[in-house]
């Protein structure tokens, strides 16, 4: 192992351990003892206690503004210090999202007997501080992990975050299963399938559709290089999960939030949607379903913009053998996005059905963990980028040259 490689992974572990001290600090001014001595609730009321959901929801609307504004898309691709305006647009925004949020878990608190020592308006400012002070920790903890560690900081504590509580959730399986409360049947048959479903997404995640370009002569100073042949290599799932199956939800439960604000929430019609709309109901399943295939192609387009890269390729000389340069080349591009697309589609429809198939037959286990095939995909996906970087940075000298 190199040096270089040591320390970053040295970097990446203590970072997360300082993720994982500030998840078991609680917020100053609560009554410790009113609460049950289990870490998932003091994660749930401690220094971290927002995670990364501000920063990823908000990362996540700026991305959707990208896709229907033009010049929002134009300064994302024009360069670092547009990309620094976005980044900083990202935090403002997650600085009033995670306020929000943080004054509101703080008011509900003071409601609750027991909780808070002294349920004043000082409590809800120090505790909204603390909140909104945790997320800006997190957000800069990620970049640090990025920047200076081993993969990538975000999904990294995204991942540990979700494995943390795999002991647990497997103890309480192995107790449930020593009472007879599930067969040791369905255990195995959900360690199976999650085995199958780990290895599916190892497979899709690697997989390339590589579409062959050649590059003309290259002239360096006096010399010229030959022709170059090479590949356009295109992800079959290219639009990720979070966006696809978080706007997915946004487009029916937000017009439902909206509804039940101006018509009320006991209203038969509202209180009709939400009960069809519910986890494992046949409604939930279809509509969702078609939302994220939908959503799945609309995205891809954008993170893979067929004309973009088709003037790309016109600036560094490349064409696709058989096809002119220009609009033929977009159009070629975009057919194969297409193609690929439905494949990377029904893969992410497929791992969002997983917890709505096991609720809807009743062959999950009660754990969230256990059934959420989002948090698998990233997990794993995580595990495949930190291998990339390692064998990346093993390969690579003190001065940045290739062995």
């Known amino acids: 192992m190199s040096g270089e490689l040591a320390r970053r992974i040295a970097f990446t572990i203590g970072a997360l351990l300082l993720f994982r001290l500030g998840t078991q600090i609680p917020i100053a001014g609560l009554n410790i003892s009113s609460l049950p001595p289990t870490s998932h609730v003091i994660g749930r009321l401690s220094l971290f206690a927002l995670g990364l959901i501000p920063y990823l929801t908000a990362a996540i609307l700026i991305r959707l503004l990208s896709v229907v504004w033009r010049g929002l898309n134009s300064l994302e691709r024009s360069g670092e210090g547009g990309r620094r305006k976005v980044a900083r647009a990202t935090l403002g925004l997650t600085l009033g999202l995670a306020a929000f949020q943080a004054y509101g878990i703080a008011s509900a608190l003071t409601t609750i007997p027991g909780i808070v020592r002294d349920p004043d308006g000082w409590f809800v400012l120090t505790a909204t501080a603390t909140m909104v002070g945790g997320v800006c920790v997190l957000v800069w903890l990620s970049e640090q992990i990025t920047r200076h560690g081993i993969g990538n900081g975000l999904a990294l504590i995204l991942s540990v975050g979700m494995l943390v509580s795999i002991p647990r959730d497997v103890a309480g399986i192995l107790e449930l299963m020593r009472t007879g409360a599930v067969s040791s049947n369905l255990v ?41 042949a090479g590949v356009l290599p295109i992800k079959l799932n290219s639009a990720g999960f979070l966006i696809p199956v978080t706007v997915a939800a946004w487009i029916f439960f937000l017009p439902l939030a909206f509804a039940g604000l101006i018509l009320g929430g006991d209203h038969p019609l509202v209180a009709a949607a939400y009960r069809h709309l519910q986890l494992g109901q046949p409604a939930h399943v279809v509509l969702v379903s078609i939302a994220v295939l939908i959503l799945a192609f609309v995205y891809t387009a954008h993170v893979v913009d067929p004309e973009h890269a088709a003037e790309s390729l ?14 033929a080349t977009a159009d070629h591009l975009d057919r194969v996005v297409s193609l690929t697309t439905v494949v990377g589609a029904v893969y992410l429809t497929a791992l969002q059905l997983i917890p709505e198939v096991f609720e809807l037959y009743g062959i999950g286990l009660p754990y969230n963990m256990i059934i959420n095939g989002g948090a698998a995909l990233v997990v794993v996906c995580t595990a495949l980028d930190i291998k990339t970087q390692v064998r990346d940075v093993s390969l690579t000298n003190p001065g940045g040259v290739r062995r």
Request: proline share 5%; hydrophobic share 55%; net charge positive.
């Open 188 to 228: 195995l048959a959900c360690a199976v399938f999650w085995v199958v479903t780990v290895a599916v997404i190892v497979l899709v995640e690697g997989a390339r559709r590589n579409i062959q370009v050649e590059f003309g002569a290259l002239y360096v100073g006096a010399r010229q290089l030959p022709v170059r």
């Open 314 to 327: 016109a600036r560094h000389g490349g064409v696709i053998p058989g096809v002119a340069p220009g609009e």
